[in-house]
């Protein structure tokens, strides 16, 4: 019995090796065309856009003024207090003034005293006007008897009566004059007259419009410096109208040129927990200068009272639209260099980089100006993880809520 030749084993097992090792490359090939990277993409395409501004405002009265006394005098009587609802022309206050009345009446007694003399200038008008009538009739028959018979009338007599008539003449322009005078006397005592009697009207205070008091600042008895002097003057009444409230909202600089007039605006009221609707009615036009906002108001209906001056409420504000532009979601955009970039996966399966011009932006898409083309596959997920020239392999998402549904998107 002869042993094996060990040249026959080698072979044998070469082939054993050799068969190891080739299975070995044929499944590391496998594997390689298997696990290239997975990109989650999103196709680029054309979305109407609408961006939202949440922000807080504060309801204010549709008109509130302090009411002054606008002359001095003491309070004799208080109609109102805090809460009261007023009307419009109503009774609040009375205050007593009585140097006032005293200049009133004495204003009075000028302008009645000069409709008398009015009467009296329009009498001797008269009278004058009558002497200057006969006057004239009696030079002008001598006139023309003289004319049919000269020297039938002495030329003194004519003389004379020429002067009478011109005299009577004269006395009645001075009439004229004198009643105009004493006319334009009459307007000067009626002017003070009224001017007086205005300021009289002040001492009763009155409310401006339909509203509710909210504050009194004084009471009967209290001395009040008119509301014209330089030195200040304590208000009376303070009255805000409530049945239309003014909801102020502060709009950054930023969105301040995307609100218009119109615009809709859903309201939360955080005291009550009301939902509102309303729009934007008035802006005030530019900036304040110290928080750098546009000031904008949305007019409510107050008739039922719930709501007061002074509640905050969260106000959701549709301010920005564009038509159909192309939009990719937010999650697709890199701003970690000075451009804006995204990855776009070729038709060949690589990695392209492109810079982009981006326009309107909302909290889940974005508008691409320039860079992109519809249609186009955008990476939507760990953009740090890929480089321009890689092979991938392109996977679908749905970008839902500010993720992807791998799971792995950016809010």
């Excluded at 006394?69 to 109503?90: E, F, N, P, T």
């Excluded at 004269?170 to 334009?184: D, G, H, N, P």
């Excluded at 809709?264 to 200068?289: M, P, Y």
Aim: charged share 20%.
């Amino acid at each position: 019995m002869s042993l094996p030749s060990p040249v026959r084993w080698l072979p044998f097992g070469c082939l054993l090796l050799l068969g190891a090792f080739s299975t070995g490359c044929h499944r590391s090939q496998s594997s390689a065309q298997i696990t290239l990277p997975a990109a989650p993409v999103v196709q680029v395409g054309r979305t109407p856009l609408s961006n939202r501004l949440e922000v807080a405002g504060e309801f204010l009265p549709f008109q509130e003024v302090e009411i002054h006394a606008k002359v001095a005098g003491y309070i004799r009587k208080i109609y109102v207090d805090i809460g009261d609802h007023v009307r419009a022309g109503q009774l609040m206050a009375e205050l007593e003034v009585p140097e006032m009345t005293a200049q009133v009446e004495g204003a009075q007694a000028v302008v009645q005293r000069s409709q008398e003399d009015i009467l009296s200038a329009r009498s001797a008008q008269a009278r004058a006007a009558a002497d200057y009538a006969a006057l004239h009739a009696e030079y002008d028959r001598l006139k023309k008897a003289s004319d049919a018979r000269p020297g039938l009338i002495a030329q003194q007599e004519l003389d004379d009566a020429e002067a009478k008539d011109l005299s009577a003449k004269a006395q009645v322009e001075a009439a004229r004059s004198e009643l105009a005078s004493r006319e334009q006397g009459l307007g000067a005592a009626q002017a003070d007259h009224r001017h007086f009697a205005s300021l009289a009207d002040y001492s009763h205070i009155t409310a401006p419009f339909a509203g509710i008091v909210t504050w009194r600042y004084a009471d009967t008895g209290t001395l009040l410096q008119a509301g014209t002097s330089n030195s200040g003057s304590m208000p009376v009444i303070k009255v805000a109208q409530v049945n239309i409230l003014r909801l102020r909202l502060p709009v950054p600089e930023s969105l301040a040129g995307y609100v218009h007039i119109g615009d809709t605006a859903k309201i939360h009221v955080q005291a009550t927990g009301e939902q509102l609707t309303g729009k934007v009615v008035r802006t005030t036009g530019e900036l304040d200068l110290s928080t750098r906002s546009l000031q904008v108001e949305i007019d409510l209906d107050n008739r039922d009272g719930k709501l007061t001056p002074g509640m905050y409420a969260d106000v959701t504000l549709d301010i920005q639209r564009n038509g159909n532009g192309l939009t990719i979601p937010v999650e697709a955009v890199d701003r970690s260099q000075s451009a804006p970039f995204a990855f776009v996966v070729n038709q060949q399966g690589y990695i392209e980089k492109r810079t982009l011009q981006l326009g309107m932006e909302t909290p889940r898409f974005i508008e691409v100006i320039d860079g992109l083309k519809e249609g186009e596959r955008v990476v939507v997920a760990n953009l740090s993880s890929f480089q321009p020239g890689e092979a991938v392999e392109p996977r679908e998402v749905t970008v839902l809520n500010g993720k992807n549904d791998a799971g792995n998107g950016e809010e």
